[in-house]
């Protein structure tokens, strides 16, 4: 299992967008759009393990998943 895959996700529609966004709760700032829920979970979780593999390359600290507080 990857530290990503700990993360809480969220998918809802966009109206502005017209397609379905994909959230986590722990990193505010990221999303993805995307043509179908599924499409928005896969391509956040992608957007999510980016971050996290550059925060981790840079020696950043990388945000604890809500579920190990």
Known sequence: MNCHDRYTYRITWSDEDEMFVGLCAE???LSHL???PGKAFSGIRDVV???VKA???DGAPIPEPL???
């Open 67 to 69: 579920s190990t507080r």
């Open 49 to 51: 393990a980016y971050a």
């Open 34 to 36: 995307d043509d179908t």
């Open 55 to 57: 925060l981790d390359e």
């Open 27 to 29: 990193f505010g700032l």
